[in-house]
């Protein structure tokens, strides 16, 4: 969505909040959405520049490292595109943990619940992966647990960043991306 021009977002945000009232969706896509998306987008660009990142897009690509049922049940025509690890740039691939909103720390401005964690404010790179869950674990996976989500703190999954095209080339061709 922070690819879109203002009018097709404001199109995509009217289908999106169609599609949550008949329930085909349990996103909360709020009228702040946009704002609080474009923030902690560029708060993490500015950290991963900062870790020595390359980004080659303006916005990232966002995936969910491993599975989650929690992030695959949030709507009913969820996709899942599996990426092995080894296989993303180092250079144009990040990841935070938890969910980017939670670890920019930024929810708290709307209102938002927010604990700070000694993770969050953070971009990792791929190297940090495999010290980063040897410390904290992998965060758990409250499948089915939506009603309300957003107002209690967020920390069900590690979110990929792909700054770049590259790896998701073919799937962006095949679907008009």
């Known amino acids: 969505m922070s690819d879109l ?3 097709a977002l404001e199109s995509v945000l009217d289908e999106l909040a169609d599609e949550h009232r008949q329930g085909a969706h349990r996103r909360a896509f709020g009228a702040r ?3 609080l998306r474009a923030r902690t987008e560029a708060k993490m660009r500015r950290l991963f520049e900062e870790a020595g990142g390359e980004p ?4 990232p690509h966002y995936f969910v490292l491993g599975e989650s049922h929690w992030f695959l049940g949030l709507a009913d025509d969820m996709e899942v595109i599996e990426l092995a690890i080894r296989d993303l740039p180092d250079e144009t691939t990040s990841f935070t943990y ?3 909103f939670t670890a920019m720390g930024l929810v708290g401005d709307y209102g938002l619940p927010y604990e700070p964690r000694p993770y969050h404010d953070r971009v990792f790179r791929l190297d940090d992966l495999e010290s980063v869950i ?3 674990g992998m965060p758990p996976d409250p499948a089915g647990a939506y009603p309300g989500y957003e107002h209690r703190p967020f920390e069900i999954y590690i979110e990929v960043q792909l700054w770049s095209d590259g790896p998701v080339s073919e799937w962006l061709t095949r679907n008009g991306g």
């Open 5 to 7: 021009d203002r009018v």
């Open 33 to 35: 959405y946009m704002d």
């Open 56 to 59: 080659e897009r303006a916005s």
């Open 98 to 100: 938890p969910d980017s």
């Open 134 to 136: 040897a410390e904290y």
